[in-house]
């Protein structure tokens, strides 16, 4: 469930897309031009061209047929389609029943890992479970102390290495830990290092088999966090992170910094994985479940 002052920030991120809107407003009818001014601001609103091909050429042809004669029947359409599209996969998280679920945290340097895991900590911690991080970036001391500070504000354990520490050997004691304290939940931090493609493989590979040697189904979920402010390059990102590792959800960060919250579609139809969680900015109690109706409805409002 969005609260009021998230609708207010997720309504902000799509302003571009509010030119969709404006469209069904001033009175004009439909015709071929109409369509093709919906096709160039659903592009504009970073909709995704393969998206917009698809709707654009499914309105035309149900307006050829005469299927389609009023705007508010096109408005229909798209906002039960962009939603159908957007719950394909499922927007839940997948809860380990019998034990500790496992999380494993992938992006970008600077993309919000670190915050993004410091709110999926808090929000669990809400729900009264027990929560443990592992700092699994070791390629900067940073990175282990911003991780650390966040686990004592929010009051949560966290397993770390020394800089420059093999990560697999971080999740691996993480989990163990995890283990026999008890822990409900454990976000593993990773290096965001895309240098080379197979030096990414490698090291989420190796996670991937400790975590495993431990609990057969490990990771539950691999999220990937994209900044959604670098708007289509974003999709070439979760391209990178796919090669290299099975991906269950996006957690869509800094959404609150963006006119063009569109590239939520794109993301989903172009890469087929569902967007799970948006972060709307930089504290911990800044995040959202991922609901794609109020979504569909905030993109495609009128007012
Ligand atoms: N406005 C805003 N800033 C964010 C959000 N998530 C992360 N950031 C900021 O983005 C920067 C990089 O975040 P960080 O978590 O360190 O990224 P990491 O390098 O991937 O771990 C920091 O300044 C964060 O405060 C968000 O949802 N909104
Ligand atoms: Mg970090």
Known sequence: MFFKKSIDKIKAALAKTKKIAELFQIGRKIDEAFL?????????????????????????????????????????FLKENLKERLTQKGNEL???????????????????????????AHHFVQQDKKVLLGAGDTFRAAAIDQLEIWAERIGIDIVKHKMGSDPAAVAFDAVQAALSRESDIIIIDTAGRLHTQKNLMKELQKIHNVLKKKIPEAPHEVLLILDATIGQNAITQAELFSAATPITGIFLSKLDGTAKGGVVLAIQNQLDIPVKFIGLGEKC????????????????SKD
């Open 94 to 120: 997948k809860l380990n029943e019998d034990g500790p679920t496992v999380i494993l945290v992938i992006g970008v340097n600077g993309s919000g890992k670190t915050t993004s895991i410091a709110k999926l």
């Open 36 to 76: 093709e001014d919906l096709e160039e601001r659903l592009i504009m609103a970073d909709v995704g061209l393969d998206t917009t091909k698809y709707l654009i050429d499914a309105l035309k042809s149900s307006y050829k047929d005469k299927e389609i004669k009023e705007k508010d029947q096109i408005l229909t």
């Open 285 to 300: 109690e800044d995040m959202e479940a991922f609901d794609s109706e109020q979504f569909v409805d905030a993109l495609l």
